[in-house]
């Protein structure tokens, strides 16, 4: 089925990758903000800093990935949030962290991903076409929830062997391949 179109195959492997970067991360982010912090708001925040940008933006980046050319603002959100994870990275491995700084770029990180989603979600069509978008949905959401079961326990793992930086620098690399593979595809110019 979908698999069989170069496009979508390696999208969805790179995709792998980035949801498993992602729900890594979730778990160092979780594990840092009572050592930063010892405050059960603040570790509750978490939660918030991870949703919101879904709740805030979610109507308008729909509407953005209907109108603008939905391959640059893939290269554009991941970029972004490429950014913000060696941004955390970083000052956490320069232990320059605070728990105000670890919401504000959790919540930049998952503002690019509820920019990101709509835009995802509507090439899917234009990858495999019509015929395949049902087995193609299924197969993406197949990755997501193996992703959702394998990722936080890679994440505590990682982060038990080394520290959280590393799961956010392991995040930040996994959106290379999603760019490098969205930035190879050659998307037909399709009038708005």
Do not use: C
Request: glycine share 8%; proline share 6%; net charge positive.
């Amino acid at each position: 089925g979908p698999l069989a179109v170069a496009i979508f195959r390696w999208l969805w492997i790179a995709a792998i990758a980035s949801n498993l970067g992602a729900w890594m991360h979730n778990v160092g982010a979780t594990l840092l903000m009572p050592i930063l912090a010892p405050s059960p708001i603040l570790v509750a925040l978490m939660h918030t800093a991870t949703s919101l940008p879904v709740f805030l933006v979610g109507r308008p980046a729909g509407a953005i990935a209907d109108v603008v050319d939905r391959r640059k603002l893939l290269l554009i959100s991941q970029g972004w949030m490429l950014l913000v994870a060696v941004a955390l990275g970083v000052l956490a491995a320069l232990h320059l962290l605070s728990a105000g700084i670890l919401l504000l770029l959790t919540f930049m990180l998952w503002l690019g991903s509820a920019l990101n989603a709509p835009a995802w979600q509507a090439i899917v069509p234009e990858l495999v076409g019509k015929r395949m978008v049902a087995q193609a949905v299924a197969l993406n959401s197949a990755g997501f929830n193996l992703t959702r079961a394998v990722g936080p326990a890679l994440g505590g793992l990682v982060v038990a062997a080394y520290d959280p930086s590393a799961v956010f620098f392991l995040n930040a690399a996994s959106f290379l391949g999603v760019l490098v593979v969205v930035y190879k595809w050659k998307r037909p110019h399709l009038e708005p």
